[in-house]
């Protein structure tokens, strides 16, 4: 825009109303978004080099559908845009991708978030576990150095399930309580001390074997295993070929014994379920999700902007710094 042009929209700024101030800086913020948000998705695209289905280079752009660019593949002749291969392909209001980023950084309700956006209730459900496909997949591995492991047991729920139930429904309100028998669900969290790496896995059982599992990915061959005394995590570290150390919290008390202690992994605990109290519950077959929106935040402090969560929103590989948008 020339000088003079610009000049003169700034006077006639000045003559607008209080209303019409208001409506120009929610044109300003939607446009401000919406390049954020082509950015984020071209970068994407940037990454993953070239045809998503046949991973083709010779790739050229084929027109716009709903304001998203397309491309086509001259290899297999196949369309697709930068979203392609993504929960968040053909969604729609793609405008509202970072107000719900920053909904879920501030961790809202479904309710909330929904009169925030201005969404159905069920539409924001939706969207919130678009957001969470890929993040819940975003863990770290081959973690090294003293890495401390431990259970943490979160209650069974069938949330909003209606048929199907396994046992009779329980009665709404009234105090939840503590996970107790066959009615919790045991999540097995490593933490590597020093950093802010931490790994978690929903467990089937409480057998050796089924820690031994889903420990694998995460442990490197130099990793030093420091547990409580659970003897299942002995058979877990020979099983892996790495070292281990252990305390017995009633004979050496609950700050462990020196080197071996599981302290970092009980923090994290305790801030995962103090944060995820404002939900009141959450449905078993969701629980990997929330532990994957908790982990991504606790990764990077608390401290993600919008555009910084849709960048991981649109990635399953794990990453530890910060991205700039």
């Not at 729920?157 to 066959?182: I, V, Y």
């Amino acid at each position: 825009m020339k000088d003079a042009l610009y000049n003169q929209l700034l006077a006639e700024i000045e003559a607008l109303s209080d209303d019409q101030v208001d409506e120009l800086l929610e044109s300003l913020h939607l446009r401000k978004d919406a390049n954020a948000v082509s950015r984020l998705i071209t970068a994407r695209l940037t990454e993953q080099h070239g045809c998503p289905h046949c991973h083709g280079t010779d790739v050229v752009k084929n027109g716009k559908a709903r304001g998203t660019q397309r491309f086509i593949c001259r290899s297999c002749h196949k369309s697709f845009t930068p979203l392609t291969g993504t929960p968040l392909h053909r969604l729609r209001n793609k405008d509202k991708l970072l107000d719900n980023a920053a909904c879920m950084i501030d961790g809202l309700s479904i309710r909330k978030t929904a009169a925030r956006l201005g969404f159905t209730v069920d539409k924001t459900f939706r969207w919130r576990h678009k957001f969470l496909d890929f993040i819940r997949l975003q863990q770290p591995a081959g973690m090294t150095g003293i890495v401390e492991a431990d259970e943490t047991m979160f209650p069974l729920s069938f949330k909003g399930q209606r048929k199907g139930l396994p046992r009779a429904a329980k009665k709404r309100g009234g105090k939840a309580k503590d996970a107790e028998g066959n009615e919790q669900v045991i999540v097995v969290v490593a933490a590597q001390r020093g950093s802010r790496k931490v790994f978690d896995h929903v467990l089937p059982n409480k057998t050796a074997k089924a820690l031994t599992e889903a420990l694998r990915p995460a442990l490197g061959t130099d990793a030093v295993l420091s547990t409580d005394g659970n003897a299942a995590y002995w058979k877990v570290a020979k099983a892996l070929n790495v070292q281990s150390g252990y305390f017995v919290s009633t004979y050496h008390g609950k700050g462990g014994k020196g080197t071996w202690h599981v302290q970092n992994v009980n923090r994290y605990d305790s801030s995962l379920k103090s944060w995820m109290t404002r939900f009141h519950g959450v449905a078993t077959k969701y629980l990997a999700n929330y532990l994957g929106w908790r982990r991504l935040l606790d990764r990077f402090h608390d401290s993600l902007t919008p555009q910084q969560f849709l960048f991981h929103v649109l990635r399953t590989s794990y990453s530890g710094e910060l991205v700039s948008t």
